[in-house]
């Protein structure tokens, strides 16, 4: 070891020793308590040694606060009891602990890893539901900590066709804090209802906090594309907000000013908490816990509305626990939708209301009489494709034309392959006697993007596809895996999906059709394999069913354009035979015009 080293470090020891006995207290004389502590326990004498010390006086203890402390006490300890709501729709447990949720299951939606019913609830919490308040003494209290009875005395409870009310109670100080749950028989609402009696006697008045503890657990298979679509939101001054954990592991944001609504969702699930009065803020927590991309990986968010101080009326808030549907959430009228991404704020605002208002009706309707949602993608392609026909005709006829000049191009471009000026000059003039604007098809294909990245967005977050099969593909919502590799090629996967498959092949078929097969320009005919490639990569790992559609969509691009370049094939042709025949006449009627000539010339001779 160096010497200096060696040196410092002795040097080092020799002061913490000198300073900690310069530092250290002078011990007591025997027989004298230490003053001021009242929290340090007195070592036990031996049994057969009598106490000769004078007792110790005890501070003053404030009686309020003796008694505050003595409450909860009172009311943390007793016997969790779990009460079972059973309706249609969710199986839903609440415990006496808390008065709390501590499981609500959807009996309709699956999880795709295990086929457990979905749970909401992150059940390795002590709840989801909470109030928390500050006691006049500044201590917090979370009600999950105290005991509440019930006004049920079964331990299960079966909604069939009428409101049910269950309602826990506890006494906390001199007042009273009454939850009161209503479940309905027929959607994922659930009423609450808090009654805070004598609050002053317990809380101060600065109000209260209602919390939903814990993220919506994941359900699906792909746990890196479900983090990416699972966050927390609220909505304040007409505006939502929102975290997510997706570029960092821990975040927060502190709302103040009134509050319509907190929300946590993953991809197709949400837990909302709406206030009847508007709150007078909101906190919303995020906290990541394992690395993106790993089965370990967890993401836990807390909610709360910061309520104003409790009146003679007690505060009501909606629940809506259960599908991101968006007829269902729609009703409230409150933009509960607008928590689900549309992608970047740029496109947002039509990608949006043609989500809304075209995308979700049509399936809606067509879901109503189709019996699969694997026709529904179909026709709704097919919809869309009559729809965006307008402006994608003038941009097939362009490129067709531009099919069409694809020889004369390659035979300007070897006539010129060492002047690149006099090349531009004959291709415009080219362009010109033919009259085809080279960008006549870019305006009227950028026109339709919208309608694609809105499709884009809305197919994998659709939860009508979840769970629905077609033909091969067991779940529209999910890759169709057609085939498993030993191996995992990277930004690919460890699989082949079917759709995928036959859309990258689908696109390969469509850009051929646009390519003269005269051309011999390397660029395009490696674009016209590299970019169906890519594109297969890409969507390998996405939902299948919106690789059905773009398949759907691309096969009818194919038929539109192979009926386009024919008829403009046949229009030129038409036009070429035309212009020999208008030749051959026009030479005919010269030749004849000649001839009379010549013999008008002769007779006039001969005279």
């Not at 207290?25 to 027989?31: A, Q």
């Not at 606060?65 to 079972?84: M, S």
């Not at 309709?108 to 609830?121: L, M």
């Amino acid at each position: 070891m160096d010497r200096n080293v060696v040196i410092a470090t002795i040097l080092i020891a020799l002061i913490m020793i000198v300073w900690l006995t310069w530092l250290s207290p002078t011990p007591p004389p025997p027989g004298e308590a230490p003053a001021g502590d009242t929290l340090t326990t007195a070592t036990e004498p031996p049994p057969d040694t009598i106490r000769q010390t004078a007792p110790v006086l005890e501070p003053a203890r404030d009686p309020l606060a003796e008694a505050i402390d003595t409450t909860l006490i009172r009311v943390a300890e007793g016997e969790e009891r779990l009460i079972t709501v059973e309706t249609d729709l969710y199986e839903a447990r609440l415990s006496t602990k808390g008065a709390t949720l501590v499981s609500f299951k959807l009996k309709a939606y699956k999880r795709a890893d295990t086929g457990a019913p979905v749970q909401i609830v992150d059940t390795t919490k002590a709840g989801a539901l909470s109030l928390v308040f500050t006691t006049p003494h500044s201590r917090v209290v979370d009600t999950r900590n105290l005991y509440f009875e019930p006004s049920a005395s079964a331990d299960r409870i079966v909604v069939s066709d009428s409101l049910t009310t269950l309602a826990f109670s506890t006494q906390v100080g001199e007042g009273r804090i009454v939850q009161t749950y209503t479940f309905h028989p027929d959607n994922y609402e659930v009423d609450l209802a808090v009654r805070q009696e004598n609050a002053a006697s317990f809380a101060t008045n600065r109000g209260y906090e209602l919390m939903w503890s814990g993220g919506v657990p994941f359900t699906e298979a792909n746990i890196e594309q479900e983090a990416r679509r699972s966050g927390a939101h609220a909505r304040s001054g007409g505006e939502v907000e929102s975290i997510d954990l997706s570029s960092d592991a821990y975040e927060e944001k502190t709302l103040r000013g009134s509050v319509d609504w907190v929300a946590v969702k993953n991809t197709y699930f949400t837990a909302v908490m709406m206030p009847a009065e508007q709150a007078r803020g909101a906190e919303l927590i995020g906290e990541r816990f394992g690395e993106p991309n790993t089965p370990s990986l967890k993401e836990d968010y807390t909610l709360s509305l910061l309520m104003p101080p409790p009146t003679a009326e007690p505060d009501s808030f909606i629940l809506y626990i259960g599908p991101l549907d968006y007829l269902r959430i729609a009703r409230y009228d409150r933009d509960l939708y607008d928590m689900v991404d549309y992608g970047w704020d740029a496109f947002e605002w039509i990608t949006r209301p043609l989500a809304k208002f075209v995308f979700i009706p049509v399936f809606d309707l067509l879901g109503s009489v189709l019996p699969n949602y694997g026709l529904v993608i179909i026709i709704m392609a097919f919809l869309i494709k009559l729809l965006v026909y307008p402006l994608t005709k003038s941009s097939y006829k362009s490129m067709a034309k531009m099919r069409e000049l694809q020889p004369k191009m390659e035979a300007i471009k070897e006539k010129y392959a060492d002047n690149p000026a006099k090349q531009q000059e004959a291709m415009m003039k080219m362009y010109k006697e033919t009259g085809v604007n080279p960008l006549g098809g870019c305006l009227p294909m950028l026109l339709q993007y919208p309608i694609i990245i809105a499709l884009w967005q809305f197919l994998p977050q659709a939860i009508e596809i979840r769970q629905q099969g077609f033909l091969w593909a067991h779940d529209l919502s999910a890759p169709d895996v057609i085939l498993h590799l030993p191996f995992t090629i990277p930004l690919y996967g460890n699989f082949v999906a079917g759709f995928t498959l036959l859309m990258g092949l689908s696109m390969v078929v469509q850009m051929r059709m646009q390519t003269s097969p005269t051309t011999s320009n390397a660029q395009a005919k490696i674009f016209t394999y590299l970019f169906p490639v890519m594109i297969f990569g890409i969507f390998n790992k996405f939902a299948s069913g919106l690789s059905l559609y773009y398949l759907c969509y691309n096969v009818l691009t194919a038929i539109q354009q192979k009926y386009i370049n024919k008829s403009i094939h046949e229009k030129a042709e038409a036009e070429a035979a035309q212009g020999k025949n208008g030749a051959g006449k026009k030479k005919a009627v010269k030749a004849g015009g000649k001839r009379a000539a010549s013999r008008k010339g002769g007779k006039k001779i001969r005279s």
